[in-house]
């Protein structure tokens, strides 16, 4: 199926026009989490339905525009590739090769990693039970496309674990009481930022090697870290359960709140340009909720991109052959029923 061309949409700050296309599907659900694969050849999607059934879907794009409809993430052992009866696919990242890495399970079952080539609907597990087991979860992949962290609850909280594919083997990288989340590698890939959960909020920590160290706490929640050069950019909720900030550290008891009020992604992390110099998210202020804002990391300079839509949040940015292309999640107007995913070009609108 076609994508259907909308209303042309203007950068905040008066730069160029572009156009923004809708991704179209025929599934019933919101779309979250939009994902380009590194060269912008592809984007993943997931479609909830919150009846119980979560869905990937990756879509062949050119020039912001999709090529052919979406194709569904097939599961083995799912019933058909049309109806998933409760299953679950989703979190998904990109191999540095085109390669996807998304949790995965069929209904009732355990959750697991799963291995997609782009232009197929057939994953493959990516790790088998023989090598580790219990419910493996929030996939990050090294910088080099050697190692994939993940967690893993065999041990029963929840500890960082990585499979190296040079050697086919699966080594923990700590144990503690604690219940660990969301892995990223640093752009050397010799640490790895993370959340743990610690007297009912979370604290962000970093690994490097086998030493784990405190990095940032406080109050609420410090979560899902992503590494912008050796700057660590990541959510917060200290000034309450339901005020998300983004803010980022640079030595270990600093943070610098750079964004006030974010729409909270449903699992993703903060989203970075391709370049890492600027993180990209919604608002949750329902006056401002129609824009995608840009801030640079170090917080010197905020560009407000007009989406025209309701609720805009999700974005992801991939640059192809000098130009830049922005996908996030929207509803179309205040009375729609599902989110939808739409993509614009906005090299004419970057400062």
């Known amino acids: 199926m076609m994508f259907s061309w909308l209303m042309a949409l203007s950068l905040g700050l008066g730069v160029g026009e572009s156009t923004a296309a809708e991704i179209q599907h025929n599934a019933a659900g919101h779309v979250f ?14 479609i909830n339905d919150y009846e119980g059934t979560n869905d990937l879907y990756v879509v062949e794009m050119m020039s912001g525009s999709a090529k052919a409809a979406p194709s569904k993430a097939q599961l083995p052992g799912a019933r058909s590739s049309f109806s998933s009866g409760g299953s679950m696919a989703g979190a998904a990242v990109w191999h540095p090769q ?20 782009p232009g197929t609907q057939g994953a493959s597990e990516l790790i088998t039970s023989s090598q ?20 893993s609850d065999v041990s029963g909280a929840g500890d960082i674990h990585v499979w190296d594919r040079g050697t086919n083997s699966v080594s ?10 969301a892995p990223s590698f640093s752009a050397s890939g010799e640490k790895m930022a993370y959340s743990r959960k610690n007297r009912g909020g979370e604290d962000l920590f970093v690994l490097e090697g086998t030493s784990a160290r405190p990095w940032v706490g406080g109050n609420g929640d410090q979560s899902r870290p992503v590494y912008a050069g ?6 917060s909720n200290e000034r309450g359960d339901d005020q998300w900030d983004i803010a980022t550290t640079s ?6 709140v750079i964004a006030k009020n974010v729409r909270l992604p449903l699992r993703a992390q903060p989203s970075l340009t391709p370049d890492g110099q600027w993180v990209v998210y919604g608002v949750s202020a329902p006056e401002h909720s129609h824009k995608i804002f840009m801030t640079r990391v170090d917080g010197s300079k905020t560009v407000r991109i007009d989406s025209g839509k309701v609720a805009a949040g999700e974005p992801n940015v991939v640059t192809v052959s000098g130009q830049t292309y922005l996908a996030f999640t929207a509803l179309p107007n205040a009375g729609a029923d599902w989110r939808q995913l739409h993509v614009i070009n906005i090299t004419n609108q970057l400062p």
Do not use: C, H, Q, Y
């Open 230 to 235: 050796e700057t660590i950019v990541f959510f």
């Open 172 to 181: 923990r990288m700590l144990t503690s009481p604690f219940s660990e989340m």
């Open 251 to 256: 030595a270990v008891g600093s943070k610098s």
């Open 33 to 46: 989490n939009p994902t380009w694969s590194p060269d912008g050849r592809w984007l993943a999607f997931e």
């Open 132 to 151: 580790i087991r219990g419910d493996l979860s929030w996939p990050s992949v090294s910088p080099d496309g050697r190692r994939v962290a993940f967690v």
């Open 98 to 117: 085109g390669a996807l890495i998304f949790e995965g399970s069929n209904a009732g079952g355990t959750t697991r990693l799963f291995l997609l080539s």
